[in-house]
């Protein structure tokens, strides 16, 4: 079914398929968390990784919030709708963590009174600066309406995902969403996972807030598949 | 008149007065374009810089532009109403340059179809990091009706101060403002001179942009100064 390879990052690869309109999302074992950090082999990262995505997709699809997610192909591949990419990444954030923390100060595990959304340019050889709408729009990268539509999703799938998170004993720290157009529509793409949410695991707060840096994830990594695989 | 100074930046000294509602602003004669600059001293810059601000504040004025401005009160002091300062630089770009360049890599000296507004926190420490109006209110240094009205306010002052340069054969390239809070108003504050503007010459446009950096800044500070008070 895979033919070419179009994309390889982190976390991913990308590969053609007989539908043109469709990829396949191939979920690499690849522990990675900032874009500094070495990365790292963990044996079935990959494909619980893809477990988690493909269940939250399922889950947000039952809130109406498209998305490119079609269907599981095996364990650490999924079948999606091709799109147009658009450069950005929305970062919504509940708790202060990363950036937010080294970039303006603020204590690490502060609860925010409402999420900040923030936008990233993708781009490797920048590092993914911060950006702004007035940016997105000048860069050609998204139009007012496409930003605003972002937006209105990235709060929805945040709000959502926070009770998906809490009824299973986990706190949604923050996102990292991207986003693609698809026959002039605004659908929810990349991946859902352990690779993109930081979260904190109220069991055991002690281990703080869960990313690729903490060296608390490998332990917990099939524990918090299991939680969110809880109906 | 003046009393204690409470205050001392690169480019300027604030100084309390018998009333306690104003302040003597007194501009300094270090040439310092971005913070991290080797502050050096050029003689006559400060009242020339104090000259084009109390000037472009009057113009201002006269396009009822709430701002901090009373009075000249010698060639290098102003005195100003004393307002509850916002800690945040709002940054408004007609043409690409300084951290536009080398944060996202666009071409210095590109025109931009729409005017960029940026906000960036004032903190010197860290470098006053870009933020955004989710992080402003987040962290509680204005409210969302406020940054609404400061954003209004830089649009409307660019606008202004663009039509008013080119009728002078300059450029506004890009322009630094800060807002203070008056009896629950938003104010224009800080100064509209040389240190806060980035401007090209029309008639000089091989001397490209003037900013501190540049090496024809000192040979034109008076000529551009001759130029903003033509009427």
């Given at each position: 079914?895979?033919?070419?390879?179009?994309?390889?990052?982190?976390?991913?690869?990308?590969?053609?398929?007989?539908?043109?309109?469709?990829?396949?999302?191939?979920?690499?074992?690849?522990?990675?968390?900032?874009?500094?950090?070495?990365?790292h082999?963990?044996?079935?990262?990959?494909?619980?990784?893809?477990?988690i995505?493909?269940?939250?997709?399922r889950?947000?699809?039952?809130?109406?919030?498209?998305?490119?997610?079609?269907?599981?192909?095996?364990?650490?591949?999924?079948?999606?709708?091709?799109?147009?990419?658009?450069?950005?990444?929305?970062?919504?954030?509940?708790?202060?963590?990363?950036?937010?923390?080294?970039?303006y100060?603020?204590?690490?595990?502060?609860?925010?009174?409402?999420?900040?959304?923030?936008?990233?340019?993708?781009?490797?050889?920048?590092?993914?600066?911060?950006?702004?709408?007035?940016?997105?729009?000048?860069?050609?990268?998204?139009?007012?309406?496409?930003?605003?539509?972002?937006?209105?999703?990235?709060?929805?799938?945040?709000?959502?995902?926070?009770?998906?998170?809490?009824?299973?004993?986990?706190?949604?720290?923050?996102?990292?969403?991207?986003?693609?157009?698809?026959?002039?529509?605004?659908?929810?793409?990349?991946?859902?996972?352990?690779?993109?949410?930081?979260?904190?695991?109220l069991?055991?707060?002690?281990?703080?807030?869960?990313?690729?840096?903490?060296k608390h994830?490998?332990?917990?990594?099939?524990?918090?598949?299991?939680?969110?695989?809880?109906?």
């Amino acid at each position: 079914m895979k033919k070419k390879k179009i994309y390889e990052g982190k976390t991913k690869k990308l590969y053609e398929c007989e539908d043109e309109a469709e990829l396949v999302q191939e979920f690499k074992d690849d522990a990675v968390a900032s874009s500094k950090a070495k990365s790292h082999s963990v044996k079935g990262k990959g494909a619980l990784n893809c477990q988690i995505s493909a269940q939250v997709f399922r889950f947000l699809d039952s809130y109406h919030i498209p998305n490119h997610f079609i269907r599981e192909l095996s364990d650490k591949e999924m079948l999606v709708k091709k799109l147009a990419m658009i450069p950005v990444v929305v970062m919504v954030r509940n708790v202060a963590a990363g950036s937010l923390v080294k970039r303006y100060g603020i204590a690490e595990g502060r609860e925010l009174e409402c999420p900040i959304i923030e936008y990233y340019l993708k781009d490797d050889e920048r590092d993914d600066p911060m950006i702004n709408e007035d940016h997105i729009i000048s860069f050609g990268h998204a139009t007012s309406e496409e930003i605003k539509e972002m937006h209105r999703m990235a709060s929805k799938i945040n709000a959502v995902l926070r009770a998906f998170f809490r009824r299973r004993d986990l706190k949604l720290v923050d996102i990292r969403l991207e986003f693609g157009r698809l026959h002039g529509k605004i659908l929810l793409a990349d991946e859902l996972s352990l690779n993109t949410c930081r979260i904190q695991d109220l069991q055991h707060m002690d281990h703080g807030i869960l990313d690729g840096d903490n060296k608390h994830i490998q332990d917990l990594l099939y524990e918090i598949r299991d939680r969110i695989f809880l109906s």
